[in-house]
């Protein structure tokens, strides 16, 4: 591969493609932060908002070949063999493709809150277990979600989230988030892996810490 050509995402795969969006996206915390920290609201969709333009940029300047597209709808086997209505389909946060090949990777991203009124229970009830159950990613083995933690410590929601896990049917203490595979500025990264009907899935959280912002804009809506 010359110099000039950027490199897809099979490329990223095959050095673990997790751990490289991951670190894209707290980067992107990172300079959101140090930049103005401002959002139009304290909501998921707002927070996430504001990476898009930094995730895409740190992408082109370290050349990797991958598009970014936001609120996609996820249509699961039910829905593509006529069984589920196409409007009730579940839309992800961020989709993620190298954009050329045919049989590209779809590495979807969920993002979810963690405090201020946002609990272990909706990131895993509302995140995790969408893909465990297919809902997310039912094509892919490999996916991943991005916390914003509002408040307290990012070891301290592990806990809980793994607390919660632990208590699902469905999923069980194998299900856990492990430790952290990469530590950054505003966050760390970890992965769960899970066994579910057609294939496994290894999800890879990216946490990004919140819980010290600057003081927020007065076009930001209070928390």
Known sequence: MSAGEGVDLFELFRSNVGLRIAEVLLEAVDQW????AVSFSDDELSFTAVLIKRIRAIATNRN???HVSVEVAEYNDDILEGRANPK???RVDLSITGGLLSNDIHYIVECKRLGKGATASDYVIDGIRRFVN????????????LGYVLEGSIDNWVNRINKVVVAQSDMGPDHGLGPALATLRRGEVRQSRHVRLGSPLTLTHALADYSALPNRSASTAPA
Request: net charge negative; no cysteine.
């Open 88 to 90: 009730m389909a579940h």
């Open 134 to 145: 297919r809902s997310y990613a039912s094509d892919s083995s490999v996916a991943g979600m």
């Open 64 to 66: 990797l070949a991958f």
């Open 33 to 36: 932060i140090l930049a103005d």
